[in-house]
């Protein structure tokens, strides 16, 4: 008996079901960047982070067919939502939680579709409910490209916070669990200590003039420690010591003739669970100043001083602040303006993804006298030992009571039963790149400071162009 997605999705309990095809995908359908197409076919993940890895479950083999590639998934998705929008004045209907959803599309993930082996294909969607609410969408299609036919639609996440997680069984077969029985490690989270080799990879687009690229460096410090197992890049390598931040970073001369090469680099990486740590604070004001994307507003004072309100220590009052931006924002990652890390367009949009979050708790931490920071780097994936990893993400830290305190609003805000630890707690499993905002390199950008390292920032001619790098691990 061959049990066809849709039943399994409908279970409760995968009984006697085994993962058997699932190709590349991502991790979950969240993550700190815009969506970026990947190489197809590289990377492996499991039920436990994306509704996705569900997809595989069969208790035979199919006979091997000829797989959709992801340009023809998505056109079978869009196709499908199209029409059904067009069949009700231009709204997507879906029944969930005794209500009927009306929903525009909002992108498709196309780093998450995914052929799964025979003629059935997953897609990750976001769309908007007329209330403003971001619904992350799973679809099972099946047939061949150009005909398929959605045979499941499931509502993973809402404004990114996940409904269910899944939890694989020693026999191997998968089951659902609800967020408020999901342990920490189904959440995400690796306590104590983790090691891993962290991948970073970057393809150079067509240049047809000379350039630069600038690369974080990860380095070690009292919670990670990093060795660089290889570097292969094109170009002359320049190593540039940023001792603002105590970043390093690595510049690359570029000719046209470097067009469409691959730069990968590697690291082994140990990585503590990060918690309060004691450290004299020399120079509070450095911490406390305005970030380009970082100001402190009229607005932002105002609400930092309201939020604080009868709090009689700095510890408190980070407290009151960090539930005041949870309080205050949603994930939702809709338009052009998230993703860059701006307070002022978190505070008034209230929306946003991990850079917004972490920026406005910064601007308004800064505003009441409390100093703060930010860095960016990855979250390794807690359910699996190697693969991809969806994108960068990134937290901050304030200093009270002699003591530095990492943080995680966004990561609290979506897992709101950790939401406490994530006050004060960084879980081992991840790395962190770079820190700090407007890096002011030498020699930098023509285009001026670097905003936060993650992504590489590269120059063409003197003028930037976007371009993404690919995470991956093994542990």
Same mark, same amino acid.
């Given at each position: ?47 436990? @982070? ?24 998505? @056109?079978?998705? @869009? ?379 590269? @120059? ?16």
């Amino acid at each position: 008996m061959k049990l066809s997605v849709h039943h399994a999705w409908a279970s409760c309990r995968l009984s006697a079901v085994t993962i058997v095809g699932l190709t590349a995908l991502l991790g979950g359908c969240n993550s700190g960047d815009k969506a970026a197409k990947p190489p197809e076919s590289n990377v492996k993940a499991t039920p436990a @982070e994306s509704a996705a890895q569900q997809a595989a479950t069969k208790t035979t083999v199919a006979t091997p067919k000829a797989r959709a590639v992801t340009a023809e998934i998505q @056109e079978g998705i @869009e196709k499908h939502i199209a029409s059904k929008s067009g069949a009700d004045d231009g709204y997507f209907s879906l029944a969930h939680d005794d209500r009927t959803l009306r929903l525009k599309l909002v992108r498709v993930h196309i780093e998450y579709l995914a052929s799964l082996g025979t003629d059935e294909n997953f897609a990750c969607v976001d769309l908007v409910d007329t209330d403003g609410e971001v619904y992350d969408v799973d679809f099972f299609l099946a047939g061949p490209p150009g005909n398929m036919v959605v045979t499941d639609t499931t509502v993973h996440k809402i404004n990114g916070k996940p409904i269910y997680a899944w939890d694989q069984k020693e026999d191997k077969t998968w089951q659902r669990v609800p967020m408020d029985e999901a342990s920490a490690k189904l959440q995400g989270v690796i306590e104590g200590e983790d090691a891993f080799e962290f991948v970073y990879g970057v393809t150079l687009p067509t240049m047809e003039k000379a350039g630069r690229i600038w690369l974080p460096i990860p380095t070690s410090d009292a919670y990670q420690s990093v060795e660089t197992v290889s570097i292969s890049a094109p170009g002359t390598q320049t190593m540039i010591d940023d001792k603002e931040h105590a970043n390093t970073v690595l510049m690359l001369d570029l000719t046209p003739e470097d067009s469409g090469a691959a730069i990968e680099m590697r690291f082994a990486v140990k990585r503590k669970e990060k918690a309060s740590y004691a450290e004299e604070l020399e120079s509070p004001e450095r911490f406390l100043k305005e970030d380009l994307l970082i100001p402190i507003t009229k607005e932002i004072r105002a609400l930092g001083k309201e939020a604080i309100k009868g709090k009689t220590t700095d510890l408190i009052r980070a407290r009151a602040l960090y539930d005041h931006v949870m309080d205050r924002m949603s994930y939702k990652k809709v338009g052009d303006d998230w993703g860059k890390g701006d307070a002022t367009y978190a505070c008034d949009s209230k929306t946003g993804n991990c850079s917004d979050y972490h920026s406005y708790f910064i601007a308004i931490s800064r505003a009441v006298g409390i100093p703060a920071r930010f860095a960016v780097g990855a979250a390794i994936p807690s359910a699996r030992d190697d693969g991809g990893i969806s994108g960068y993400h990134c937290w901050a830290e304030f200093y009270a009571d002699g003591k530095w305190w990492p943080i995680d609003v966004s990561e609290g805000d979506k897992y709101s039963n950790l939401s406490s630890y994530y006050f004060g707690h960084h879980p081992a499993n991840r790395i962190e790149l770079s820190r700090g905002r407007d890096l002011a390199l030498s020699p930098g950008p023509v285009t001026g400071p670097i905003n936060f390292l993650a992504h590489p920032t590269l @120059e063409v001619g003197g003028e930037y162009v976007r371009t993404k790098a690919t995470f991956s691990f093994q542990r």
